[in-house]
Nanobody, 125 residues
């Protein structure tokens, strides 16, 4: 599975951005996609994940973004979005999308086998 992230940029605090991640290749085996972020000098951390099967869709969020960020999926376009509202300077990071085809929890990056290249999001105060 190949992932291509896009949509990052520079935004003032309080603003909104949407980042996208297009999946290609053997996407039929993917059942979960997630967003992680890495701020300068920090470890990469979980942001949000969307999990689906034939009947249900589940979303999960880190506490730090809950109520501000929304993850969604366009199945026809093999694309996952992360809508980020009420952005704060502490949201500044490189945002990575990832795809999971095997088992494991949604918040551990080691469970995601495919990663996009990352897109920079910078929030100024």
């Amino acid at each position: 599975v190949q992932l291509q992230a896009s949509g990052g940029g520079l935004m003032q605090a309080g603003g909104s951005l949407r980042v996208s991640c297009v999946a290609s290749g053997r996407t039929s085996s993917v059942y979960r996609m997630g967003w992680f972020r890495q701020a300068p000098g920090m470890e990469r951390e979980f942001v949000a994940a969307i999990t689906w099967n034939w009947s249900d869709i589940r979303t999960d969020y880190a506490d730090s973004v809950k109520g501000r960020f929304t993850i969604s999926r366009d199945k026809a376009k093999n694309t996952v979005y992360l809508q980020m509202n009420s952005l704060q300077p502490e949201d500044t990071a490189v945002y990575y999308c990832a795809a999971q085809t095997s088992g494991g929890s949604y918040f551990r990056e080691r469970n995601f086998g495919s990663w996009g290249q990352g897109t920079q999001v910078t929030v100024s105060s």
